[in-house]
């Protein structure tokens, strides 16, 4: 209970951060985008863990306001970045099924309107568990999202239960293979087969593909051999606080 009633304020209070990692273009190494992980900076307790607070923050609601707050953040930073971002970098923020169920249309329009920010720089993270839940509504809500130029890519691919009929019909740009399967190449059999198969769907749908999780050059082979374009994950670069991902856009410059 503590927990939640200081989650309440913390956003009064200034206690979120963004944190940024990179994503990469498989074959050159050179940074393509970030994915922004929030942190929550608790006074009493430091850094509190996403997996600890947001389930706390979506059964209460909260994650609603503190989604908008990052949403509004990370416009903010592509806009007093715009001059270090290479071309076609974008920012991708995780959204939470809650903000879908709400008003995330408005919420990303505001963000856009008041900091001026690209909608070409932005990227929304959904998972299929999150757009099963009432289809043609998600579809009518992704819609709208792309129109307003941010694009979209669903997260955790291959975890959730979306059927393909759907896959199609889902107005999204990205499919994000999954950590648990990437990190079981090159030498589980049928991970490896997963792997290629959905870069294959991913592109015979017209998609673009990015395989999350990537810590080993092992791994990064196998996807660049596979014709994975774009992967993260640790061996790129681990999730760092605004100033240091900063500095890491200036160094690649
Ligand atoms: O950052 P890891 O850093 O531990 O993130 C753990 C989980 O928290 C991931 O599933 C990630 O998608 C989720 N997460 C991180 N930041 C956000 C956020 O801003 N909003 C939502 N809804 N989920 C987030
Ligand atoms: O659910 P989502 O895909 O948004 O989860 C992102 C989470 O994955 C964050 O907690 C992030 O810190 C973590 N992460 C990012 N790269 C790697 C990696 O290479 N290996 C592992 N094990 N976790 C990673
Ligand atoms: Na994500
Ligand atoms: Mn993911």
Redesign the pocket.
Known sequence: LGMEENLRHALARDEFE??FQPKVDTASGAMTGAE????WRQPERGLV???EF?PI??ETGL?VD??AW?LEQACRRVVEWEDRLPAGFRLA????VR?LQGDIDEAVRHALATTGADPARIEL?LTESMLMEDTERAIGLMDRLSAQGVQLAL??FGTGYSSLYYLRRFPIHRLKIDRSFVSEVPNDRSCAAIVQATIALARSLGLEVIAEGVETTDQRDFLRDAGCPECQGYLFGA?VPGAAFAALLDSRR
Do not use: C, T, W, Y
């Open positions: 963004l944190h922004v992980l929030l942190r863990p996403p997996a947001i923050a979506e994650i503190i989604g990052v923020v995780n959204l939470s903000q993270e997260d955790d999730p």
